[in-house]
């Protein structure tokens, strides 16, 4: 049906533009630039300092804030440049986003092509979005205190959202299809109690990735497959959670050693609980199962090799950047292999019922 395959291409396009965000975001982060712009507009900031006067007062706020007199006191108005533009990108790649999003939801809307439960899950992508800007400039207000960084866990709350838009997006593009579903296939037992433990630690192990990512563990422990040549390091659980470090928006070393051991281990549990989902789909006939099961291996491996190599490849001074965009986008990539799985798991089920 043409109005179907319209709206599938529009979504798809949203899925496509949210992993471009996701990627702009990274190098944000990765590249110290997502303090640069320090207020939010969110109609007059989408046009850039267009003048040599307006470059110069964007610099002197931005070193009236913690990142410029802790960090980069010495910082030229060429350096600063260089570090705004990239969330100049970020935020503007958000604004064409939604564009993108409202402007053929109101045309297909008025033309009557979406059912009302299309309509509801797409609403909800709205809020969802509308909730990741305002979790957006949260996140920034954290890094301009007293501490010249974002919270950690306001980054993961950033990311969550990204994924949840991701997901939610994908899952309506999955639902569109059903065509290929040939013919009644054997359930396979338990596969869908796999899937979902899975996707539940897949979810954990993604929350620490953000927490290291916003504590730049990497920098610390950049070795594999000991940390800094200790399997067990030292300080690992000497104590309680430092909520007053927590609140204050301070890391610590007892932080930074926690969140980067955990993720660790729960990579290992993740590959074989994913080996585990991959060899239940070997017993389906049905090909979309075969296909998603093997997707699913080749996103844990990829996601392994990934995560080893920013560690490995990353120095005490500097993330790998462009490795580190890789370890984050894949992630989705990922989540987007067990989405696929639950969605085709329970189209063949529902056709054999």
Same mark, same amino acid.
């Given at each position: 049906m043409a109005n179907n395959r319209l709206i599938r291409a529009w979504l798809l396009t949203g899925v496509f533009m949210v992993l471009v965000q996701v990627a702009i975001g990274g190098i944000t982060r990765l590249t110290d630039s997502g303090l640069s712009m320090t207020s939010w =507009?969110?109609?007059q900031g @989408? &046009?850039?300092p267009l003048t040599e006067e307006a470059w110069q007062a964007a610099f002197e706020d931005y070193r009236q804030y913690p990142e410029f007199y802790q960090k980069n006191a010495d910082?030229?108005?060429?350096? $600063? *440049? @260089?570090? $705004?533009?990239? =969330?100049?990108?970020?935020? /503007?790649?958000?604004? #064409? !986003?939604?564009?993108?999003?409202?402007?053929?939801f109101v045309f297909f809307l008025? *033309?009557?092509?979406?059912?009302?439960?299309? !309509?509801? %899950?797409?609403?909800?992508?709205? #809020?969802?979005?509308?909730?990741?800007?305002?979790?957006?400039w949260y996140m920034v207000q954290s890094g301009m205190v007293d501490q010249p960084w974002v919270s950690p866990y306001r980054l993961t709350a950033h990311l969550f959202l990204a994924l949840a838009i991701f997901a939610w997006l994908?899952? !309506?593009v999955l639902g569109l299809d059903r065509t290929h579903?040939?013919?009644?296939?054997?359930?396979? %037992?338990? #596969?869908?109690?796999?899937?979902? &433990?899975?996707?539940? +630690?897949v979810l954990v192990q993604i929350a620490y990735g953000g927490l290291v990512a916003g504590s730049e563990a990497a920098r610390h422990f950049n070795t594999w497959p000991t940390m800094n040549g200790q399997w067990i390091p030292d300080g690992l659980f000497h104590r309680g959670l430092e909520w007053d470090a927590v609140r204050e928006n301070r890391l610590t070393s007892f932080f930074i050693v926690n969140v980067q051991f955990i993720h660790r281990t729960l990579a290992w549990v993740v590959l074989a609980l994913a080996v585990w989902a991959w060899w239940k789909t070997r017993? @389906?006939?049905?090909?979309?199962?075969?296909?998603?099961?093997?997707? +699913?291996?080749?996103?844990?491996?990829?996601q392994a090799v990934l995560g080893i190599s920013t560690l490995v490849l990353s120095s005490p001074q500097q993330i790998h950047v462009q490795l580190g965009v890789a370890h984050q986008l894949w992630a989705f990539? +990922?989540?987007? %292999?067990?989405?696929?799985?639950?969605?085709? /798991?329970?189209q063949e089920s529902i056709q054999q019922a």
């Open positions: =507009e969110p109609v @989408s &046009l850039p910082f030229t108005l060429a350096e $600063f *440049k @260089s570090i $705004f533009w990239w =969330e100049y990108i970020h935020r /503007n790649w958000a604004r #064409l !986003i939604g564009l993108v999003f409202a402007v053929p008025a *033309k009557g092509w979406l059912s009302r439960r299309q !309509i509801g %899950s797409l609403v909800g992508v709205m #809020l969802l979005g509308l909730a990741q800007a305002v979790m957006g994908y899952r !309506i579903i040939a013919r009644p296939t054997p359930v396979i %037992s338990g #596969l869908g109690r796999v899937l979902w &433990l899975l996707t539940a +630690l017993a @389906s006939d049905a090909r979309t199962l075969l296909h998603g099961g093997r997707w +699913l291996m080749v996103a844990v491996a990829g990539v +990922l989540v987007g %292999s067990l989405i696929y799985l639950h969605v085709r /798991n329970r």
